[in-house]
């Protein structure tokens, strides 16, 4: 079976060592040595100056609207993965969606004004695949109107624009480290600020709120992230470079077969130092995706309609106009197979497959 992703495992040895010395000092979880040592390189590693590392990708996002004191409207993207919206709903503020840019499958900058009410508080972007958002005009709007900006770049680790880490723009930025995602730590995550204040607030309510063993400074919650995780994403980050080495080849390859493919690819902008998170595809038409799957499914081949469907249609929101071009991507979207594991000969495989459905 070929699934549209494979979690990295590395070598069972190397997290044993540090298994060792886990039992040897019995301290399992409460910021011990491995959250603090893997916070430190996480920061090296990507360049940032304040990173705090949490439970999960969904937890930071609501970290993140919590330390921020976000209130009534955050305009977000109906193209992301349901925990951006999820989150915003979670907290206690009501999610406005403005429509996409068909080209890069990001919020279009353009539209965000038209949804900004006396409500609105803050924009939440997800960089879609890691894809970055047009980063410099969301700032600027953000900026002028007096908005707070929290970027999802759950897919966008290791993703540089402009020479500066991705998770440099906005007032916090968020990542996932879940075993499906590039970079993981089985489950985890991160908020990455500038602001040490915003810093402070995050790491407080992260541990309940506390302010020493007695004292409570806020309103917390348990958003802190166990020795055995950090464990495994200090492991993992000794064989990331090698691993979006691996994914840039095999996407390549996938290229090959763009020209007689019928659709296209999101485009990446020639500032963006890109991490082969992802290797989707947007069918022209919504019958061919579906015709295709069938047909790869049968060939034990499982790529995923990701994100799918578009946001504002779920139960819990409400529904303001349709997002035309957010719902016309999700219904043609496609995430093709991509870990380190795949092989050329399997791209191969599954391309032929897709022409032959096409074609006929
Ligand atoms: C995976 C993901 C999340 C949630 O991250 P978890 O670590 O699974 O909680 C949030 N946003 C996007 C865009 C994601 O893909």
């Known amino acids: 079976m070929i699934p549209v992703t494979k979690p990295f495992l590395p070598p069972i040895q190397e997290y044993e060592q540090y298994l060792q010395d886990i039992w040897k000092r019995n301290w399992l979880t409460n910021n011990g040595p491995l959250v603090n040592e893997l916070e430190l390189k996480l920061k090296d590693y990507q360049e940032v100056k304040h990173l705090l590392y949490v439970t999960n990708g969904t937890i930071a996002i609501q970290l ?77 709007i ?121 659709g296209s690819k999101p485009s990446v902008s020639a500032d963006v130092v890109y991490n082969y998170a992802y290797y989707p595809v947007i069918f022209d038409s919504e019958k061919l995706l579906v015709r295709v799957l069938d047909t790869l499914q049968q060939n034990w081949v499982h790529p995923r309609r990701y994100f799918f469907p578009s946001l504002e249609n779920l139960p819990y929101v409400e529904k303001r106009g349709v997002c035309t071009v957010a719902n016309s991507i999700a219904q043609r979207a496609l995430c093709l197979p991509l870990y380190d594991t795949l092989s050329p000969e399997e791209i191969d495989m599954i391309f032929r497959i897709i022409l032959r459905v096409q074609n006929n």
Not at 85 to 92: D, F
């Open 64 to 140: 993140a609207i919590k330390a921020l004191g976000l209130k009534g409207e955050i305009i977000t993207t109906p193209f992301s993965y349901v925990a951006t919206t999820s989150s915003i709903v979670w907290e206690g503020c009501t999610p406005v969606f403005v429509d996409i840019d068909p080209a890069t499958c990001n919020i279009d900058p353009a539209k965000i004004e038209a949804a900004i009410t006396p409500q609105t508080s803050a924009i939440l972007a997800t960089h879609v695949y890691g894809n970055p958002c047009d980063v410099e005009a969301i700032d600027e």
């Open 142 to 262: 953000a900026k002028r109107r007096n908005l707070k900006v929290i970027y999802d770049g759950a897919h966008a680790f290791g993703v540089k624009y402009k020479g500066r880490s991705i998770f440099d723009y906005g007032d916090v930025s968020t990542c996932s480290f879940h075993a499906t995602k590039l970079f993981h730590t089985i489950e985890g995550g991160s908020v990455v600020t500038k602001d040490p204040e915003l810093l402070k607030r995050m790491a407080y309510l992260r541990n309940f709120g506390h302010d020493g063993p007695e004292r409570f400074a806020e309103l917390g919650i348990n958003g802190k992230n166990s020795e055995f995780h950090a464990a495994m994403g200090l492991v993992n980050l000794r064989y990331v470079d090698r691993i979006i080495e691996t994914r840039k080849q095999l996407s390549a390859h996938y290229d090959k077969f763009m020209g007689t493919f019928q």
